[in-house]
């Protein structure tokens, strides 16, 4: 069973940048789409975006990432093979973005099967 | 694509059924999921393709319907069941989920 854990700074300053990892164990990070969602406190959830990263190299890379319009001009998400870990910036970040930030993995069909624990980042001065 | 969830909350008592709408803003065939979510915790997936149970998941959980209109019902709520569900259309992107349920001990 593939587990995923989410790490990153819990507290960032506003304007600043939101970085956090998540770190695949148990299997390949290959032919997944693995994605990231964010929960404020008290209140529902909401999906960022996937990175795809696929083995065969003639894979179109215009299909590797696929973001929330609402958040696309500010995030970036990132894939390293060698650490099997996948990555979320989220750049110019004000109060609205403290949440709780939850990596997982798309299953077939969509259903997002597999989940990290989550970490709380706050953005405050 | 917008996902309508309701209610928002219920009161319900062990050994009740109970049953949670979602309703889509456009046809998404049967790309809707179920979740559970308990404090503190990640979401877990309930039900996938409207209907299909996950793995693992007890029989007291189904789900209905196609195209914009969806039901999860929970028969014969347990003590572990009183917490907040959510839909999610997979149906495309960006993926949306409804509001959220809260289901309470009456």
């Known amino acids: 069973q593939v587990q995923l854990q989410e790490s990153g700074p819990g507290l960032v300053k506003p304007a600043e940048t939101l970085s956090l990892t998540c770190t695949v164990s148990g299997g390949s990070i290959n032919n997944y789409y693995w994605t990231w969602l964010r929960q404020p406190p008290g209140k529902g959830l909401e999906w960022i975006g996937y990175i795809y990263n696929s083995e065969n190299t003639n894979y179109n890379p215009s299909l590797k990432t696929n973001y929330n319009p609402s958040l696309k001009s500010r995030v970036t998400i990132s894939v390293d093979t060698s650490k099997n870990q996948f990555s979320l910036r989220l750049t110019s970040v004000t109060p609205a973005d403290t949440a709780v930030y939850y990596c997982a993995s798309e299953g077939g069909g969509g259903s997002y099967d597999n989940w990290g624990q989550g970490t709380l980042v706050t953005v405050s001065s | 694509i917008q996902m309508t969830q309701f209610p928002s909350s219920l009161s319900a008592s062990v050994g009740d059924r109970v049953t949670i709408t979602c309703r889509a803003s456009?046809?998404?065939?049967?790309?809707l999921g179920w979740y559970q979510q308990k404090p503190g915790k990640a979401p877990k997936l309930l039900i996938y393709?409207?209907?299909y149970l996950q793995s693992g998941v007890p029989s007291r959980f189904s789900g209905s319907g196609s195209g914009t209109d969806f039901t999860l019902t929970i028969s014969g709520l347990q003590p572990e069941d009183f917490t907040t569900y959510y839909c999610l259309q997979d149906y495309n992107y960006p993926r949306t989920f409804g509001q959220g349920t809260k289901v309470e001990i009456k």
């Open positions: 393709a409207a209907s």
């Open positions: 456009q046809d998404i065939r049967n790309d």
